[in-house]
């Protein structure tokens, strides 16, 4: 547990779904003012009932500025953080403004975000080397495609696996040219399909000097690559880890991360590890619970300790004690008409923490982006196996009946 500092001032950036509870630390060590994008006032209340002060996010980061200024007056402000990804360049640009020896990310970030920049940058220097390219109609897909036979599509800048298609025929092609279009994005990335398993690193680096702290196994679903399970460890060789944690902090050199956590994901493909992405935060789906749990490291509390300006740079990362998994709940597309056997998680030897969204009565769509996924058992287990074993037993203890869509209502619902 950190020691309380309410005498600091953090702001707190637009920190919506990656860890409910990571606004209520923030505000039991500091005074925060919580920056976010307006909202309505049922999900402020649920989500950020301990913050002080709420502003909504203006469209121009001048307003902002001078409406944070006007509140605080000579007000210090230790720290500017973020754990949403639209958060995270406003919260390094705010920090030019209120904490400028702070501020040394603001490129980073900008590189992390902007997907197209971040493979620019790999190309330069010749590094984790994957074909890219920016597209914007039917033509440039077409053209991408039959170069490189089986290419992914996604968002510039987007999150969450929301938009991100896989393109392996001309069909498949028109497909993701369709989702594209369904959400506004006029540009779109195209990117060399990485085969092999994908893992995420999770990191923190301390004035340029990066740590490793766990390596996540991610499983994914077929085509949209949402996330349906995370296992810590990853089970890897020696070797394997030695080249993920080599080829990871060579990238974090690259994009040139001075300080705060990293999240990283990458692939080991025939050709050797590739880099997918990377955001400077915590990795959300409760990846800083597994690491905990196995690790005895909490990369949130380590960010707002960082935050406040009091954390040395981590010592020797602990062995792994144990393991741990989180499984998504996916239930068919329908009408929820029943729910049994959630109270029963509560009582089930290795479950971490679990939850589960839809009512009854609700609407349960296709999951094509990480926000449709129903909810989540996090288990721990003596292994990587037995862990991810617990959190799939448990989830089956919960009965849902549901009404399906006619097939026809469910086509249209995709992109809505």
């Known amino acids: 547990m950190l020691e309380s500092d309410r ?98 990310d603001v490129e980073a970030a900008a590189t992390l975000h902007d997907k197209s920049r971040m493979r620019a940058l790999m190309a330069k220097n010749g590094f984790s080397s994957l074909g890219a390219r920016v597209g914007s109609d039917e033509n440039d897909l077409l053209a991408f495609w039959r170069e490189y036979g089986d290419v992914i599509v996604k968002p510039l800048d987007g999150s969450g696996s929301s938009g991100v298609v896989r393109v392996r025929t001309a ?132 960010t707002i300790d960082w935050a406040l300006g009091r954390p040395a740079p981590l010592g020797a990362i602990p062995e792994a004690s144990g393991a741990a998994a989180i499984r998504f709940f996916l239930p068919q597309p329908g009408t929820l008409r029943k729910i049994a056997g959630l109270e029963a998680l509560d009582a089930v030897p290795h479950v971490l923490d679990w939850e589960f969204e839809p009512k009854v009565g609700d609407r349960i769509r296709l999951p094509i982006s990480s926000a449709r996924r129903s909810g989540f058992v996090v288990a721990s287990g003596a292994t990587p196996a037995e862990a991810l074993f617990n959190a799939d037993r448990a989830g089956s203890l919960v009965e849902l009946e549901i009404e399906a869509i006619p097939r026809r209502e469910a086509q249209l619902a995709i992109a809505s």
């Open 171 to 302: 069909a498949d092609a028109r497909a993701a040219l369709a989702v594209a279009r369904a959400l506004k994005n006029e540009r779109f990335l195209m990117e060399e399909y990485a085969d092999g398993p994908e893992y995420s690193v999770e990191s923190f680096t301390f004035d340029g000097v990066h740590r490793v702290v766990a390596i996540t196994e991610k499983q994914t679903l077929e085509g949209c690559f949402v996330e349906i399970a995370h296992v810590v460890p990853a089970p890897l060789t020696s070797a394997q880890v030695r080249t993920v944690n080599a080829h990871t902090l060579a990238f974090l050199d690259l994009v040139g991360l001075r300080n705060g956590p990293a999240h990283t994901e990458l692939r080991l493909t025939p050709r050797g590890p590739r880099i997918i992405e990377s955001q400077n935060r915590v990795g959300g789906d409760r990846i800083n619970l597994l690491v905990k749990t196995v690790y005895g490291i909490d990369l949130m509390d380590l």
């Open 7 to 104: 005498d600091s001032t953090i702001i707190l950036v637009d920190n919506r779904r990656e860890d409910p509870d990571f606004a209520e630390r923030a505000t039991s060590r500091a005074s925060v003012i919580h920056v976010s994008k307006p909202h309505p006032p049922a999900w402020r209340s649920h989500r950020f009932p301990v913050c002080e002060f709420v502003l909504n996010y203006p469209e121009h980061l001048a307003e902002l500025t001078a409406a944070i200024q006007a509140f605080l007056g000579d007000e210090p402000i230790a720290a500017v953080i973020s754990q949403a990804e639209a958060g995270l360049i406003p919260a390094q640009l705010l920090s030019r403004h209120f904490c400028p020896n702070r501020a040394d």
